[in-house]
């Protein structure tokens, strides 16, 4: 990965952008694509939609990574100042306690922290409780209900998650989930429009917003409607369970630094898969395989029933500790996500059908 693409990489990491709150993400993603790319539009709720045209008139593709994240969103203030909130998403709370935070309000994001009652004042059967999200609650200092509404009324969104890092063996950790998705489309588009004279399909790349907190996948849904591709790919994170604890006869043996990960299964169009596992295997890319037996959990759900339905499947980079704090992805794998899509695009010479 070249300096300026790593560099996109690690400010789309750390750009606030909580699903329903996603301004900030959606104009560094806007600003990166707009050089290089035929058009680039913000429909409803603010999924952006940026477009290289290739020679044929009927076939499209449509490649989406979702630019929003986990957050929360302050919905009490007690007398004292302190903000009691809401998860946005899947938000585990024992993954919050002691976690700094960064308050989305009116006068400008503001850090605070999370705090918890210490456990020397708590008695017995108060330590075995299980932790609920109502345990807790954000301290900006505020010393009055008063002065903490100027600063974070309720409804204020609030950004979660630690900076990016970098470890031993390329490893990175970070918010990747799912800027890790944004940016591969974005970095797909940047290949491809210096190939552009050999491209044949019209490519889509979208960033979608509200993956996270939708259980319609709104941002998704809403783009594939409006353009109806022969075919659509959601590039998502998978689980890596190279963990402790991780039971790979329930959740598979997907891994990080194996590669990019391909979802299989019931929902995914197996005419699609077959299609980019072949473009893979010619550029010399082993993919792993993840199942699912009727849901994909990705944009790729929402996809798939539009209008009279769109063949869709799931791409993915393997991440460690998905929906915590911090999470853990491998640069060589996201490089691979971009080759094989690539790979899979300039593949297609001629117009093409995905249906059964």
Known sequence: MNNHSLSFFKKLAIVPGPSGFEDQARALWRAEVEPFCDSVETIAHGSEIATIRGKSQKTSFLLMGHIDQLGLIVRYINDDGFLYFAPIGGVDPDTLISRRVSVMGPKGEIPGIIGKIAFHLQDAEDRKK????????????????????????????????????ELLNGRIASRIDNRFGAFVVAETLRRLAKKKADLFPTIHGAATVQEESSPGYTGAATVAYHLKPTAAIA??????????????????????????????????????????????????????????????GTDADAMSTIRSGIPTMSLGNPLRYMHNTVEMGQISDIEQVIDVLEAFILSVREDVTYTP
């Open 130 to 165: 299980k932790l609920e999200m109502h345990d807790l609650w954000i301290d900006i200092g505020a010393t009055s209900k008063k002065q903490a509404e100027e600063y974070a009324p309720i409804g204020t969104p609030v950004v979660i998650g630690e900076e990016y890092i």
């Open 235 to 296: 590039v998502d994170v998978n689980h890596s369970v190279d963990i402790p604890g991780a039971d790979k006869r329930r959740f598979g043996d997907a891994r990080m630094g194996a590669g990019p990960i391909v979802t299989i299964g019931v929902a995914s169009s197996n005419k699609l898969t077959d299609a980019v596992r072949a473009a893979a295997e010619t550029a010399g890319i082993a993919c792993q395989l993840e199942y699912e037996n009727g849901r994909m």
